[in-house]
């Protein structure tokens, strides 16, 4: 660098000179401009690669309300009949005579006991865990952590051949207990670790005032921490509850009984025999399921773009 | 006391992920079939592995995936995402990095859905819309391409966690830190490579770990755009596992095939000890009464 700058040569007089105000407002203008120029271009580039995103839902919910759809997503023509699965009772397949779908609010309480079993089981569970794995010592504390730890980061996914085999031994296949057994428990040590995040950043002076003023741990725990924890329960909550209801995998493994579908299996179905006759049925079916995980989204969208290392899971 | 809050996590859990793995270690050295009969074959199975004529294909099909996708969009798109929101005011920022969550929280059926529109074969889907703007003839994308299709799929849902993660470690990077840079006279791209990439070494590693179980394991959105087809083009290792064994019922040699994800996954479990910081996770706590 400095043999290089020997070699400017730098006109006499110059040398020394200030730059004046006009320069130094020319300058500051240029990196003005400059600097508008490249938000213009990240924003241009940003519109240019999430448009992959944002058309398909934009196309979604066009064609759910619509006769027709042209150019991707301008719809025309607004009409409800795509709705019609919601009151035509057996809406019957195009093709075949495999069957009949099977009524769709029935499908929707089988989606509702799912994830609603799913929540509660993962709420009572990690809630307990999670207040005594934060507050209290006890003898292997530190390997049960390591092994909930491992947990969090092991696929539960790769289980899911002798899951069937175990699932199928205890009679709980086609049965929405052994699949929100399975969803619950593999989530667990997630919701763990959440709630035990809650639990740690609840002050300590709290919980010692309260025994100082004679109650009991367990007292304590239900009067003073509980109440202080309940953003992580209404987290983990609203998590597992989406977990069993957009579960696809399990349900599509475990439950091969139509009376026992959930929506996945539900709107699967319906692509399978719909695929090239009737877009309008599946985009109002698909975003009918939407509506749950649209809502939590909505809400919680803020939230879940703060997530941090440490609480993440693929 | 111990009992009561512990005791349901740790049966859960031992029910579902311990029991599983050791019933997979079993069934690993059995011929369970279809009809659920099966006797013990000790390692059949493992060497049935090498004389299987799908599984080279199989096993270069993930190799491919696993690499494209990681790099093209979890880790690489991510990143450049994470970069691209965090140089623009934060509010605009935030509305972009919420489009890209989207899929993540779209029911996966959904998101399948609205790629089988989108590379529809017919005149309908949006491609070929789009293709039919420019006079071209429509194109069946999945069986022109379906490396394309598949790693395009999961890409655009695996590019929101590196996003998540690596926005909010480079928002945590010291502001005097890229002033001084600048005052320096660095460019952006500079101050990117020189003083962002530097600082956000760790959480990337991360990402990038933590990415490639998460891919090597999920088959979900594969097997609902494209089945794994046409014929085995598109199955990928753990999409092989669940075609073998729980839609062939090849239960013996499927659950020999997932004995080797479950050994990987929990390896790589046990190295997110040393990833994670775990020292202070474990901090003792601070009333002692029990």
Redesign the interface.
């Known amino acids: 660098m400095t043999e290089r700058m020997e070699q400017v040569t730098i006109p006499a007089g110059q040398l020394r000179r200030w730059r004046t105000p006009q320069e130094v407002a020319a300058l500051a203008q240029r990196a003005r401009r400059r600097e508008v120029l490249?938000?213009t271009m990240?924003?241009a580039?940003?519109t240019l690669?999430?448009l992959?995103?944002?058309?398909?839902?934009l196309?979604?919910v066009a064609?759910a309300f619509s006769e027709r759809v042209s150019?991707?997503i301008i719809p025309s023509g607004f009409t409800l009949n795509n709705w019609r699965f919601l009151w035509v009772a057996n809406l019957g397949f195009v093709s075949g005579t495999a069957g009949r779908l099977p009524n769709i609010w029935q499908v929707v309480a089988n989606s509702l006991v799912l994830a609603v079993g799913t929540a509660a089981?993962v709420v009572?569970?990690?809630t307990?865990?999670g207040?005594?794995?934060?507050?209290?010592?006890?003898s292997r504390?530190?390997g049960?952590?390591?092994g909930?730890?491992?947990?969090?980061?092991?696929?539960?996914?790769?289980?899911?051949?002798?899951?069937?085999?175990?699932l199928?031994s205890l009679n709980l296949l086609n049965s929405m207990l052994g699949v929100i057994?399975?969803i619950?428990?593999?989530h667990?040590?997630f919701a763990?670790f959440v709630m035990k995040g809650f639990f740690d950043g609840i002050p300590?002076d709290i919980?010692?005032s309260a025994?100082i003023d004679g109650a009991s741990?367990?007292r304590a725990w239900y009067t003073v921490l509980l109440p202080q924890a309940r953003n992580g329960i209404a987290a983990v909550a609203m998590f597992s509850f989406?977990w069993g209801?957009?579960d696809?995998?399990y349900v599509l493994?475990f439950v091969l009984r139509r009376s026992s579908w959930t929506?996945?299996l539900y709107?699967?179905s319906v692509?399978g025999e719909y695929?090239?006759a009737d877009?309008g049925l599946?985009?109002a079916v698909?975003v009918f399921?939407?509506i749950p995980?649209l809502l939590?989204?909505l809400f919680t969208?803020?939230q879940?773009?703060?997530?941090?290392?440490?609480g993440?899971?693929? | 006391?111990?009992l009561?809050?512990?005791g349901?996590?740790v049966l859960?859990?031992v029910?579902?992920?311990v029991?599983?793995?050791i019933?997979?270690a079993f069934?690993a050295l059995t011929n369970?079939d279809a009809a659920?009969q099966g006797t013990y074959v000790g390692l059949d199975n493992f060497r049935g592995l090498f004389a299987d004529p799908l599984l080279p294909r199989v096993l270069l099909n993930t190799v491919v995936y696993v690499f494209f996708t990681l790099i093209c969009f979890n880790t690489g798109?991510g990143l450049v995402?994470a970069l691209?929101?965090t140089?623009?005011p934060d509010r605009?920022g935030?509305v972009?990095?919420?489009?890209?969550?989207?899929?993540r929280?779209?029911?996966?059926?959904?998101y399948?859905?609205?790629?089988?529109?989108?590379v529809?074969p017919?005149k309908?889907g949006?491609l070929n819309?789009?293709r039919s703007w420019f006079g071209l003839a429509p194109l069946d994308l999945i069986s022109a391409s379906p490396w394309l299709v598949i790693v395009?799929v999961n890409g655009?849902i695996?590019a929101s966690?590196g996003m998540?993660?690596l926005?909010?470690?480079i928002k945590s990077v010291p502001d005097d830190y890229v002033r001084a840079a600048r005052v320096d006279g660095a460019s952006?791209l500079a101050i990117v490579r020189h003083v962002i990439l530097p600082l956000i070494r760790w959480?990337l590693t991360?990402v990038l770990v933590?990415?490639t179980?998460?891919l090597?394991?999920?088959y979900?959105y594969i097997?609902?755009v494209t089945g794994g087809g046409p014929f085995y083009d598109t199955t990928v290792y753990?999409l092989y596992?669940?075609r073998r064994?729980?839609q062939n019922g090849d239960?013996g040699y499927?659950?020999a095939l997932?004995f080797i994800?479950?050994v990987v996954?929990?390896v790589?479990?046990?190295s997110?000890?040393r990833l994670?910081?775990?020292e202070r996770?474990?901090s003792?706590?601070?009333?002692?009464?029990?």
């Open positions: 490249t938000q990240i924003y580039l940003l690669i999430s992959p995103i944002v058309v398909p839902y196309w979604l064609a150019y991707g089981i009572v569970v990690s307990l865990a207040y005594f794995i934060s507050r209290h010592g006890f504390r530190a049960f952590l390591k909930a730890l491992a947990l969090q980061a092991f696929p539960g996914i790769t289980l899911l051949v002798a899951l069937f085999i175990l199928r057994l399975v619950a428990a593999l667990l040590p763990l300590w919980e010692m025994l741990r367990l989406l209801w957009t696809y995998i493994t929506m996945a709107l699967n692509i695929r090239f877009y599946m985009a698909g399921y939407m995980s939590f989204f969208q803020r879940l773009l703060q997530i941090t290392l440490g993440t899971k693929a | 006391m111990l009561l809050f512990l349901p996590f859960l859990t029910l579902f992920f029991m599983p793995a019933i997979t069934l369970l659920f798109l995402l691209l929101t140089h623009i605009v935030t972009f990095r919420a489009i890209w969550l989207l899929p929280l779209t029911p996966m059926v959904v399948g859905l609205l790629w089988l529109w989108f529809d017919t309908y949006m819309t789009a395009l655009f695996g966690l998540v993660i926005t909010s470690a952006s959480p991360f933590n990415q179980l998460a090597l394991t999920s979900e097997l609902l753990a596992v669940f064994a729980i239960y499927g659950a997932a994800l479950v996954g929990a790589a479990a046990l997110y000890w994670l910081n775990f996770m474990i003792a706590p601070k009333i002692e009464a029990d």
